[in-house]
């Protein structure tokens, strides 16, 4: 009887269990399924229901734990998908894998998230090959999510392994095909079509949203916040950092909830800042350190945040924290070259750039294969020290780019600088060497064999000059006979085109002047006529013109300057006591018939005697006090209103 009453209330809970999960009510149901599991622990069915609202309610962890606990029950056949969902959005990634490699039976559920673990492994091609399966195999209402993804993993492979994309001709009916498509396209480099294809995307996300009613401005937006910092990125690699700068502000503003787009969005505003506005970037790189970024972002985009981090350190003068950040980053990539960089940029920075050039040379021994650019910033640092010799050292070591032109002149222009002319022929021989095994008579061959016959004609090689100019004559004849460069040109037709007919009326009309010229040449010259010149309106003959007219008014002989005031005898012009009312009038030194006379003995100062008879040579002309009186009245008339 109380069997019989168990199974009427499981009957009653199951019929409740799926009442509520039709209706999407998860958490009543999963209330219905522990009750059943009261009834009957080690049921199968009700467990993996439990399992199931669990996942839908979000509580991966417990349903997790649930299936480990009833391992017995729950096998890896029965329950696989779930698992592996669970791992999967738990971030343990491998794992899931795992759980879905040893599924006995792949299941369409199974593919479908095999494929989103592959992509979050970074595993582009096998992704790829998994996406093509499904697509082909399965046809449901899930098709436009593969073909989403599929584009995805293209635009994934053209932007981290710089691999070109294929044409998988999908019609890009959606903003998320566009976006994607753009993201390929910024791969390659084709940063116009990439932003048109971003707008497109753009004009699709507003369509699609802006036909539910329910749906803001505000939710459009933050839609448009992942477009908007492609875009942005696009104008900052085209130089525009302005714009850029700009549109990444706008979005951080509006606060979307992804953190992964945010913490892109703050380290492309740190690479912009670089070492100015060094506040700003200390706040944006905050957000490259919210939890759950590392489970957003590609293994190379966490990489270059961790650079910018260090580089950021470097800047703001926090030594200690640059060495700790780029020695974790050569840890976790010995082979990478910018953590050593980076510590070789602060080693100089505390002004220890020997340290800096073992360390350099240290890791260019390790790593053969990096070893040249590594050896171009030793080179670069013995410059700066001074060392020049050692920096062509240095760069001659680098075997690999030796014969390259720009190697070659740099070669040379520091061995002249030296005035070590015989070290820079020796490269030149060296790369033309070189060229005449590997690439005997091309154009950088000839041209290194040109250069190097200046050079030593500049240093008085003449020999050695005259040695490269044969070789390059010899290597030369390879070149087209001028008999072989015969044009075909139809005379006729060019003698009667514009241009030759106006070049024969010039040469006829200069043909004509000089016979008329030939015919002429026995005539006499006409002597020209001289111009009378202008004599000044007051002019007059009888008087003699004053010889020093031409020089200005200050520098003739007989100026006198110009007087200041018509008030010539007021009291406070002389010395205290003295008035000059009667002053020439005692003066008899003043009169016409009284004779100079000499000093008298004892005076201080000599005060030469003046006489009303002017001396010939300060004789003024006639017309001088005219000119005088002339210009002091003009000087009158311009004065308006003044002292």
């Known amino acids: 009887m109380a069997a019989a009453a168990g199974s009427v209330a499981a009957a009653a809970l199951w019929s409740e269990v799926n009442r509520c999960g039709q209706n999407g009510d998860f958490a009543r149901a999963l209330k219905s399924v522990n009750k059943i599991l009261q009834i009957s622990k080690d049921d199968v069915t009700a467990l993996q229901c439990k399992v199931v609202c669990l996942i839908q309610n979000g509580n991966f962890k417990e349903a997790l734990s649930v299936i480990n606990t009833h391992t017995k029950v729950l096998t890896n056949d029965v329950i696989a998908f779930e698992k592996a969902y669970c791992e999967y959005r738990l971030n343990r990634i491998e794992n899931a894998l795992k759980t879905i490699q040893s599924a006995s039976q792949q299941t369409d559920k199974l593919k479908e998230l095999y494929g989103q673990?592959?992509?979050?492994?970074?595993?582009?091609?096998?992704?790829?090959?998994?996406?093509?399966?499904?697509?082909?195999?399965?046809?449901?209402?899930?098709?436009?999510?593969?073909?989403?993804?599929?584009?995805?993993?293209?635009?994934?492979?053209?932007?981290?392994?710089?691999?070109?994309?294929?044409?998988?001709?999908?019609?890009?009916?959606?903003?998320?095909?566009?976006?994607?498509?753009?993201?390929?396209?910024?791969?390659?480099?084709?940063?116009?079509e990439a932003m048109k294809k971003l707008q497109r995307a753009e004009e699709l996300c507003r369509q699609s949203l802006s036909e539910d009613s329910d749906v803001t401005e505000e939710d459009i937006e933050a839609e448009l916040a992942i477009i908007h910092g492609q875009m942005a990125y696009i104008m900052q690699l085209q130089g525009r950092t302005e714009d850029a700068l700009q549109l990444y502000n706008q979005i951080i503003k509006l606060k979307p909830t992804d953190v992964g787009l945010l913490a892109v969005i703050a380290n492309n505003i740190i690479t912009i800042n670089k070492d100015q506005n060094v506040f700003d970037s200390k706040k944006k790189v905050k957000l490259t350190n919210a939890e759950g970024v590392e489970h957003k972002l590609s293994k190379k985009q966490l990489q270059a945040i961790e650079f910018n981090k260090a580089l950021l350190a470097m800047y703001t003068n926090q030594a200690d924290q640059c060495r700790k950040l780029s020695a974790s980053l050569q840890s976790q990539s010995p082979e990478h070259l910018l953590p050593v960089l980076i510590q070789a940029a602060q080693l100089c920075r505390e002004k220890q750039h020997a340290k800096a050039v073992g360390l350099l040379q240290d890791f260019a021994d390790q790593h053969p294969a990096n070893a040249a650019e590594i050896k171009l910033t030793m080179a670069q640092l013995k410059i700066a020290q001074g060392s020049v010799t050692k920096a062509c050292m240095i760069l001659r070591s680098i075997e690999e780019l030796q014969h390259k032109p720009g190697m070659v002149s740099a070669l040379v222009t520091m061995y002249s600088h030296e005035e070590d002319i015989d070290s820079a022929i020796e490269v030149f021989t060296q790369a033309i060497q070189w060229y005449q095994q590997f690439q005997p008579k091309s154009p950088v061959h000839l041209s290194l064999i040109r250069e190097a016959a200046n050079f030593k004609l500049k240093h008085g090689r003449k020999k050695e000059a005259i040695s490269d100019l044969e070789e390059l004559w010899n290597l030369s004849k390879h070149l087209p006979s001028s008999d072989t460069l015969s044009l075909k040109v139809d005379v006729d037709a060019l003698e009667n085109s514009h241009g030759a007919t106006y070049i024969r009326k010039k040469a006829g009309k200069l043909a004509g002047d000089n016979q008329q010229k030939e015919q002429g040449q026995g005539d006499a010259k006409k002597k020209k006529k001289k111009k009378k010149g202008k004599l000044p309106k007051n002019y007059d003959p009888k008087v003699t013109p004053d010889p020093e007219r031409w020089l200005p008014m200050r520098e003739r002989s007989y100026y006198r300057g110009r007087k200041k005031g018509k008030k010539k005898d007021q009291v406070g012009k002389g010395t205290q006591g003295s008035t000059t009312a009667g002053s020439s009038e005692l003066d008899a030194s003043r009169t016409a018939s009284s004779p100079p006379t000499s000093p008298r003995p004892g005076s201080g100062t000599a005060v030469s005697a003046t006489s009303n008879v002017i001396p010939p040579r300060h004789q003024k002309p006639a017309g001088a006090p005219a000119t005088k009186k002339k210009q002091q009245q003009k000087k009158k008339k311009g004065a308006k209103g003044g002292w």
């Open 117 to 192: 673990v592959l992509y979050r492994l970074e595993r582009y091609d096998d992704c790829l090959a998994a996406y093509r399966d499904l697509i082909r195999n399965s046809q449901d209402e899930y098709e436009e999510e593969r073909k989403t993804n599929l584009s995805a993993v293209v635009a994934a492979q053209s932007t981290w392994e710089k691999v070109m994309p294929e044409d998988l001709g999908l019609r890009e009916a959606t903003y998320e095909l566009c976006y994607n498509s753009a993201c390929a396209l910024i791969g390659q480099g084709k940063l116009n």
